[in-house]
């Protein structure tokens, strides 16, 4: 059995001065030899030229935008409270994608899955129950996130 979802158009996102991440230009190293945990080769001590990191993460500038994870419903997937999301909101959402929506006014970052004919949302973190989408509920899609990005350090919200 199929379930329709009736989707909302999302309205017009709203973004306040200071949570604007801006194009700052600056290139890094790229290393193209693999990390390890071991012995590093001495071979591999050389960079291969500079990598922009907005080329590599964002593929449809003006449809992409970051937003801050908050919670702890995705942290099998590697998403924490404070992670950044690079969401590209004209991507149509796909089975196992992970993606930002509002469902009846709550904005949600999971795991669109269909199984057996049914869209669910789903969590990674076992702590938390799936979403059975259905033809009640009002659904506004917001994008898919397509990287996302966590700091290593210590102090980082984990």
Do not use: H
Request: glycine share 6%; net charge negative.
């Amino acid at each position: 059995m199929t379930t329709t979802i009736k989707l909302n158009t999302p309205p017009e996102l709203v973004f306040l001065p200071g949570e604007i991440y801006s194009y700052s230009g600056i290139k890094l190293p790229l290393f193209l030899s693999r990390i390890e945990a071991g012995f590093p080769s001495p071979a591999d001590d050389y960079n291969e030229g500079l990598i922009d990191l907005n080329n590599l993460v964002v593929s449809n500038a003006p449809e992409t935008y970051i937003a801050e994870a908050t919670g702890y419903s995705m942290i099998k997937a590697g998403i924490y409270p404070g992670t950044k999301l690079i969401i590209d909101k004209s991507l149509t959402f796909q089975d196992g994608d992970i993606v930002v929506c509002s469902i009846n006014g709550e904005m949600i970052c999971k795991r669109y899955k269909i199984i057996d004919g049914s869209v669910y949302l789903v969590p990674e973190n076992d702590d938390f129950k799936p979403i059975l989408l259905t033809e009640e509920m009002s659904l506004v899609p917001f994008g898919v996130v397509t990287y996302f990005i966590n700091k290593a350090s210590r102090d980082s919200a984990r």
